[in-house]
Nanobody, 123 residues
Framework: QVQLVESGGGLVQAGGSLRLSCAAS????????MGWFRQAPGKEREFVAT????????YYADSVKGRFTISRDNAKNTVYLQMSSLKPEDTAVYYC????????????????WGQGTQVTVSS
């Protein structure tokens, strides 16, 4: 069992930055690929970024490539999402997830989910 708790969301102006964190419980964090997804009002949840168990390989949605960076610290059981050059269309609830392989997480299903953290980007 893995519990995921996101933090770091908030209100930011367009062009600004935020860093989201996802803290995982348990001693098996490094055995999971990790990812970030988001859901905007009235829309389906969508893939944002994933990272392999070792942190060596990352995958990004085209809409965030070059602006967002996913990373992880296995010693701290934490995965991060550094978001820069934020746009109003990035407004969403951001969810952390743990899964089997980083390349397939975007297609689901994934093993564990956090409760989400709200990110609001004002224009």
């Amino acid at each position: 069992q893995v519990q995921l708790v996101e933090s770091g969301g908030g209100l930011v102006q367009a062009g600004g930055s935020l860093r989201l964190s996802c803290a995982a419980s348990g001693r098996t964090f490094s055995s999971y690929a990790m990812g970030w997804f988001r859901q905007a009002p009235g829309k389906e949840r969508e893939f944002v970024a994933t990272i392999t168990r070792s942190g060596e390989v990352t995958y990004y949605a085209d809409s965030v490539k070059g602006r967002f960076t996913i990373s992880r610290d296995n010693a701290k059981n934490t995965v991060y999402l550094q978001m820069s050059s934020l746009k109003p269309e990035d407004t969403a609830v951001y969810y952390c997830a743990a899964g089997t392989t980083a390349s397939s997480m975007r297609y689901g299903p994934n093993n564990y989910w956090g409760q989400g953290t709200q990110v609001t980007v004002s224009s």
